[in-house]
């Protein structure tokens, strides 16, 4: 836990994933300081570098010497969106924890009516998509039926049309940060937490600069991710689907017996070819989903750390104490110092000022 004296100076932390975002994250600084200083109250703007291949890091590290309301956490390597969005919220320290993407697709403005709901009582506010600009039919379409289907094969009720764009109280955050499973569905899981919830509609835009880091390929990790996290249904789906085709055989078995009985000559070997193949098409695709349960449980006893962190500027012992407690719940990291973090494989995280 965080000390009283760090919650009580800062009011918010905005937590904003960072990867090759050197062309916008000047304007998003501009922006959203513009934003969080409307609100008249304490605030920290925590920018967590996902292993920037361009120069995204030197940027921010001139907004942190600028600003230091700007805190840096950099990556040893590209770790994803998800796991980015999760230290962020290890680290924050404010009453309310807000995470917004740097490429100015949600704009920073709509805070203010997160902020306004969450002084209305509410725990968890999460933005929801009334408008998505610049987006192609076809990924409008496969968002809008890939949450519809979630909704279905889930118990969770995840909101429609929504991305990790939301404000979540400190008792929520700091339930979010008990989570920690490798693969990582943040909407997903803040859903999961319960809490007083809402939503506020707003008007997606188009990046501001550079080119999506969430292309197909991407999207379909995400989908699998999200279904695998939350839903056992493939894996009703096979068991269902096995029982149906073995009816099928035992009826098969009946009518070539009885034509078998009354000398008629059952013909036909094209069709046993194709429905063997078609079998066995049947059972690679529902191993694929064995494995990738599997392969959840495999990567959850390995036990490893969800992130390892390269540098980090801004953070106080507080800061840095926090960062610690919520990676012990993995078992990866000792509790830190000003001086440096050390984790079990003595992999040690510089600090600086």
Known sequence: MHSMNASAMITYSVVAPVYNESETLPHFYDRIVQV???????????????????CSLEIMRSLHDRD???????????????????????????????????DLQDPPEV????????KAGYEVIYAVRGERQGE???KLLTA???YR?????TSVNIPHDTGDFRLMDRRAAEAMRLLREHHRFMRGLS??????????????????AGQTNYPLQKMLKLAIDATTSFSYVPLQVATSLGFFIAMLSLIGIVVTFILRVMNQTVVGQATTLVTVLFLGGIQLIFLGVLGEYMGRIYDEVKGRPLYLIDQAYGFDDD?????GTAQRLNGSVRPSTRANATNQLGVEVPVAD
């Not at 008249?40 to 967590?48: C, N, T």
């Not at 859903?191 to 997606?204: E, L, P």
């Open 68 to 102: 230091p309301r700007v805190k840096i956490i950099s990556f040893s390597r590209n770790f994803g969106h998800q796991i980015t969005i999760t230290a962020g919220i290890d680290v924050a320290v404010g009453d309310a924890v807000i995470v917004i993407d740097s």
């Open 191 to 208: 859903a999961w937490i319960g809490f007083k919830q809402t939503g506020v509609r707003y008007t997606r835009h188009e990046r501001y």
């Open 111 to 118: 805070i203010t009516e997160l902020v306004a709901q969450w």
């Open 36 to 54: 969080m200083e409307g609100l008249g109250e304490p605030f920290e703007v925590i920018l967590v570098n996902d292993g920037s291949k361009d």
């Open 136 to 138: 192609t039919r076809f």
């Open 149 to 153: 289907m979630l909704s279905r094969i």
């Open 319 to 323: 800061g840095l104490a926090g960062l």
């Open 144 to 146: 809008k039926l890939f």
